[in-house]
């Protein structure tokens, strides 16, 4: 079964620092993999994905992910945190298939930031 | 980009009524729309697959006959929430991938408090 690890539970960063949050998946072939942020009572919106081709993706909002298959990881990244960015950030991967609209989630990182 | 809208966005209700809540594809048919589940400071958690047409299909541990599911057009799906108690309080949310594309797009979710 698939699976994915964030390891990192609650990240606090300054404003204007930079910024990684850690995403390590199980799974035996290649996945779709995902970054949504969901703001307090808020849905979900799409940071960025990785299907196929460049490991680097960018996304909306200066985030930025790399795809490393050696480590099974897909760490995102933005080089300088606003303060607009505090919110809770979730690592997801599908299968490549049939069925792979069905997301297996992280548990979060919750990211704070300091003015 | 693809719009789901879920409706209410929260609803409090007492103990042992029902509750309906509907996911819309807006402006693109879905035969397959996914439900998931988040408890307070928890991750996403897939419920059930919704199928235009035909019977849902349960994640493990879910009670189909507690959480009804209904996707009776290429545009709806409704999860009702039978005889709630407090411990089914939570954020539904609901997710659907246009035809064509490779991700899902996801509603604003459903905050339930059961009293």
């Known amino acids: 079964a698939q699976s994915v690890t964030q390891p990192d539970i609650h990240i606090t960063v300054s404003e204007g620092a930079s910024l990684e949050l850690r995403c390590n998946y199980s799974y035996g072939a290649t996945p779709y993999l995902f970054w949504y942020v969901q703001s307090p009572g808020q849905g979900l919106q799409l940071l960025l994905k990785y299907f196929s081709g460049d490991t680097l993706v960018q996304g909306i909002k200066g985030f930025e992910a790399e795809f490393k298959r050696s480590q099974s990881s897909f760490n995102l990244r933005k080089p300088s945190v606003h303060w607009s960015d505090a919110a809770e950030y979730f690592c997801a991967v599908s299968y490549s298939g049939a069925g792979s609209y069905q997301l297996t989630f992280g548990k979060g990182t919750k990211l704070s930031v300091i003015p | 980009g693809a719009v789901v809208s879920q409706h209410p966005s929260r609803v409090i209700c007492k103990s042992g009524t029902s509750v309906k809540i509907e996911c819309r594809s807006l402006d693109f048919q879905a035969t397959t729309m996914f439900w998931y589940r988040q408890f307070p400071k928890q991750s996403l958690m897939l419920m059930a697959t919704?199928?235009?047409?035909?019977?849902?299909?349960?994640e493990q541990g879910v009670e189909k006959d507690k959480f009804l599911i209904n996707h009776a057009s290429l545009t709806l799906s409704t999860l009702t929430v039978t005889s709630a108690h407090p411990e089914d309080s939570s954020f539904y949310i609901c997710?659907?991938?246009?035809?064509?594309?490779?991700?899902?797009?996801f509603g604003q979710g459903t905050r339930l408090t059961v009293v």
């Open positions: 997710s659907a991938p246009p035809r064509g594309l490779s991700e899902a797009f």
């Open positions: 919704s199928n235009e047409g035909s019977k849902a299909t349960y």
